[in-house]
């Protein structure tokens, strides 16, 4: 089965100060979401929003019980935060929008969504069926466009305004090599176009919309059995010489969700190492 990561929905404002991408304002009770929550990348996301002030996360995942463990740690190290988890599939507008409600119930209002969703595959372009296809890009692509949009449509009746991150990829800007993998360069290719689209739609409302394109990140998605010809292949072509941490995109991602970014709308800001230099 193919590995599955999701979105992280952050629900608080930042004050305007100095410590903007610090400090939340907890005054207003505004919590975070994640969803597709139990993947490595959202967990890393979750505790770094969690350690800048976020009064509170919801996270969302196909199976968010595989992170039981991770949640239970999160849970010790804030206890005076509310961290909820649920199961949500981010292709079903009738989940997300439940998810939504509830979340709001617990949580209080919505100001960040974060979006981390995902499936990776290494088949032929000649080979690949057209399942594959159509499932590599309702996932990748249209399940980061629902999620946005039902809160797009939240903090437009809320009338306080946020922060969307898609989760795109270096696979968005060069070929990916030597694996495979045309389905998912082309669904993270159409995230950077969406993201411009949405902001430039949405920013009315007082909704920033960006992306970040993380390089290859030492996950479970790049591990495992015949994958280590091309491990050896990323790093040689980087000139850091390694993979990233998933911990290393998360400055980058506050920044964006809070006000040390309120002026950084439609863009893309790549994090890998420097391997687009070559």
């Not at 088949?123 to 159509?134: G, I, L, N, Q």
């Not at 960006?210 to 495992?224: A, R």
């Not at 850091?240 to 863009?267: F, K």
Request: with cysteine.
């Amino acid at each position: 089965m193919t590995a599955y990561q999701g979105h992280i929905l952050h629900a608080s404002p930042f004050p305007r100060s100095t410590l903007a991408a610090r400090n939340y304002d907890r005054a207003n009770n505004r919590s975070a979401k994640v969803t597709g929550g139990a993947g490595t990348l959202a967990l890393e996301a979750a505790k770094a929003l969690l350690e800048h002030g976020a009064s509170g996360l919801a996270l969302w995942d196909m199976n968010p019980d595989q992170a039981f463990e991770r949640v239970k740690r999160l849970h010790a190290e804030f206890p005076d935060r509310r961290i909820i988890t649920e199961a949500v599939d981010v292709r079903d507008e009738a989940q997300i929008a439940s998810a939504i409600k509830s979340t709001i119930k617990v949580l209080g209002s919505i100001a960040t969504l974060c979006c981390f969703a995902g499936v990776v595959g290494c088949t032929h372009a000649m080979d690949m069926t057209a399942e594959e296809w159509r499932r590599t890009h309702d996932i990748n692509l249209t399940g980061s466009f629902l999620c946005a949009q039902a809160v797009a449509r939240q903090i437009r009746e809320q009338a306080t305004g946020g922060s969307i991150v898609f989760t795109a990829s270096i696979s968005a800007h060069h070929t990916n090599y030597p694996q495979p993998q045309a389905a998912y360069n082309a669904s993270k290719t159409a995230l950077l176009s969406l993201a411009k689209s949405l902001a430039a739609e949405w920013s009315g409302f007082g909704i920033r919309v960006n992306c970040l394109s993380p390089g290859y990140m030492d996950t479970i998605l790049n591990e495992g059995h015949g994958l280590e010809r091309a491990r050896a292949s990323w790093n040689s072509r980087n000139p850091l010489g390694r993979m990233g941490h998933p911990w290393e995109l998360t400055g980058p991602l506050i920044t964006l969700c809070s006000n040390a970014g309120r002026y950084i709308n439609g863009t893309d800001i790549i994090v890998d190492g420097g391997a687009m230099v070559f």
